[in-house]
Every structure is written in structure tokens, then in C-alpha cells.
Nanobody, 119 residues
Framework: VQLQRLGGAVQVGGFLRLSCAAS????????MAWYRQLPLKQRELVAG???????RYADAVKGRFTATRDNSGNMLYLQMDSLKPEDTGVYYC???????????????WGQGTLVTVSS
């Protein structure tokens, strides 16, 4: 199972859209989420979506970020608006996946993508 993403750089007040695709022999995906690691800080949850549920957000991004999944459930997006310098960090895609033929759930991480917000 692979998680892929696209990131980038943007100016303060700008917007950026991250994408994450879960690919491979996947039977079911229970949860997909975005985490981030800001400079000198621990990794933190940004937004998460369980199947058929609304997204939940960290207080720091409420009203500015929107997480969505496509109908297949294998794609996760993060629309980031009104970006601030303090949003600069590495963003990770996370998914709880049950591979085809497996009984147990697995926790998968993307490699991370750097988001830079400059003034």
C-alpha cells in the first residue's frame, strides 16, 4: 500500500491543495487523515475523516482547512486556505487500511510533503 502526496510553497494568505492516493491491494479503508509536523514540534493531527463521517479538525486550522475524500474512498484531499507562516511544516497522509486477504488493520503513513508559507 502506498500513499502519495503533492505539496508546495505559497505566500501568506494564499492557498494550497494537498492530495493523497491510497493504492495497492486494499480491501477497506477505515480512516484517512492529515498530520503535520511543525519545526521543533511533535507530529499533530490536522484533519481526519472516517467512513461516512464528517471531517474533524484541529482548532488551529478550523475554518481555513477543508479535508475531503472522493467517492472511491481512496483519495484524500486537504484544501488549505488563508495560509499562515505558522502552517509551515511537513504534512503527512495517514490511512488505516485492511489489505486484501488480511484480517488485521494496518496503519500506513505517506512520506510527507513540505509546505512552506512565506511572507
Amino acid at each position: 500500500v502506498q500513499l502519495q502526496r503533492l505539496g508546495g510553497a505559497v505566500q501568506v494568505g494564499g492557498f494550497l491543495r494537498l492530495s493523497c492516493a491510497a493504492s495497492g491491494s486494499i480491501s477497506e479503508i477505515k480512516l484517512m487523515a492529515w498530520y503535520r509536523q511543525l519545526p521543533l514540534k511533535q507530529r499533530e493531527l490536522v484533519a481526519g475523516i472516517r467512513n461516512s463521517s464528517e471531517a474533524r479538525y484541529a482548532d488551529a486550522v478550523k475554518g481555513r482547512f477543508t479535508a475531503t475524500r472522493d467517492n472511491s474512498g481512496n483519495m484524500l484531499y486537504l484544501q488549505m486556505d488563508s495560509l499562515k507562516p505558522e502552517d509551515t511544516g511537513v504534512y503527512y497522509c495517514n490511512a488505516h487500511i485492511r489489505p486484501v486477504g488480511a484480517h488485521l488493520w494496518e496503519n500506513h503513513w505517506g512520506q510527507g510533503t513540505l509546505v512552506t508559507v512565506s511572507s
